[in-house]
């Protein structure tokens, strides 16, 4: 996908986030992150937001911490999630191809790893306002989706600090469903996964589904669609692969 791709799909993203949250109310809990209630939601996603901003507007090129969690609430705190969700979409927008600044997986460039990132960061965090609002989610686009179970494959959990490990090698084998091509293989160890976008070889375990509902299920947000093999291994996945800010 291209940058401006992402940055179209953050827009539309960031907004219905703040139209489910509006519908919820910050006091309801989010079902999809326990313990959370969508003022958590809306305080750690507009975080990150301006977080990410920083970078890209200032070309920090050395990491720097977020600057914390607000102490709103309510419509003001919606406000605020709106305003720097917008900052976001206007910085990554106008940003130069070639800005220099600090990022955290491998990319084309910068710019590219930010809009792809705070893409999907936003994505995943409406499917959990609409969790907490109830009734249709949104839904999310094939290609998108398989962009997204790739990041979370290849990158995310290529880097030492993952936690899907296991004593033994065992294979597991992610397969969308009428996208074609869109297969990997995560080869689990005592080490970090290592995965290839390929679907040869025998695998000890198997989730298939459609891009949209895989995407939902490896970042823990839905049920796993389809099982096959040994479900040990999915029961790891849902157990250490979570993906947490610190």
């Known amino acids: 996908m ?20 509006e519908e919820a109310g910050t006091g309801a809990e989010v079902p999809t992150c326990p313990g959370w209630r969508v003022r958590d939601l809306l305080r750690h996603t507009g975080m990150v937001h301006r977080w990410a901003t920083a970078f890209v507007a200032e070309a920090l090129t050395e990491y720097r911490p977020d600057g914390g969690l607000p102490g709103l609430d309510g419509d003001e705190l919606v406000a605020w999630f709106r305003e720097g969700h917008e900052r976001l979409v206007t910085t990554l927008a106008a940003a130069p191809p070639d800005v220099r600044c600090w990022h955290f997986l491998p990319a084309p460039s910068p710019l590219a ?81 290592v995965t290839s976008r390929t679907g040869t070889g025998a695998a000890d375990c198997e989730l298939a589904g459609t891009a949209a509902s895989l995407y939902a299920a490896l ?22 692969s979570g993906v947490t800010w610190d």
């Open 219 to 240: 970042w823990n947000r839905r049920p796993f669609p389809e099982v096959t093999g040994d479900p040990s291994l999915a029961a790891l996945w849902r157990e250490k």
């Open 2 to 21: 291209e940058i401006t791709a992402f940055v179209e799909t953050l827009r539309l993203e960031g907004g219905r986030l703040a139209a489910a949250a």
């Open 113 to 193: 790893f930010w809009a792809r990132r705070q893409a999907h960061e936003t994505t995943v965090h409406r499917l959990d306002a609409e969790s907490a609002r109830g009734g249709t989610p949104a839904g999310v686009g094939a290609d998108f989706a398989v962009d997204g179970i790739d990041e979370l494959l290849c990158a995310f959990h290529a880097r030492p600090r993952s936690a899907v490990r296991c004593a033994e090698p065992r294979t597991l084998r992610v397969r969308a469903t009428g996208a074609p091509g869109a297969v990997w293989t995560v080869r689990l160890s005592a080490g970090p996964p």
